[in-house]
């Protein structure tokens, strides 16, 4: 049973900083692509980063020179550092990976972590 678990949410004031983590347990053979996606009140689910397995990332526009996303193939984690946060990144923040398993080739997500930009 593979099973994401994201860390590293909290409270924090406009402009400052916070790093997520999400660890991948299981048995695994390998993992493709990792993303990070949020969601806040009312909105729908968005992708924010995300980085293939060779390390080539992308970035949706509104966090583009703020947040970046990298991961470590050998600990089968990816991360997400957030710079400059703003009110409109207050959101649950999930990750997401494709994973091959035993038998499987699937995504898998985390349970989510909040992030909350408050003054």
């Known amino acids: 049973q593979v099973q994401l678990v994201e860390s590293g949410g909290g409270l924090v004031q406009p402009g400052g900083s916070l790093r997520l983590s999400c660890a991948a347990s299981?048995?695994?053979?390998?993992?493709?692509?990792m993303d990070w996606y949020r969601q806040a009140p009312g909105n729908q689910r968005e992708l924010v980063a995300s980085?293939?397995?060779?390390?080539?990332?992308m970035y949706a526009d509104v966090v583009k020179g703020r947040f970046t996303i990298a991961r470590d193939n050998a600990k089968n984690t990816v991360y997400l550092q957030m710079t400059s946060l703003n009110f409109e990144d207050t959101a649950v923040y999930y990750c997401?990976?494709?994973?091959?398993?035993?038998?499987?080739?699937?995504?898998?997500w985390g349970q989510g972590t909040q992030v909350t930009v408050s003054s």
């Open positions: 299981g048995t695994i053979i390998r993992i493709n692509d």
């Open positions: 997401y990976a494709f994973v091959f398993a035993p038998g499987s080739a699937r995504g898998y």
């Open positions: 980085i293939n397995r060779d390390g080539k990332t």
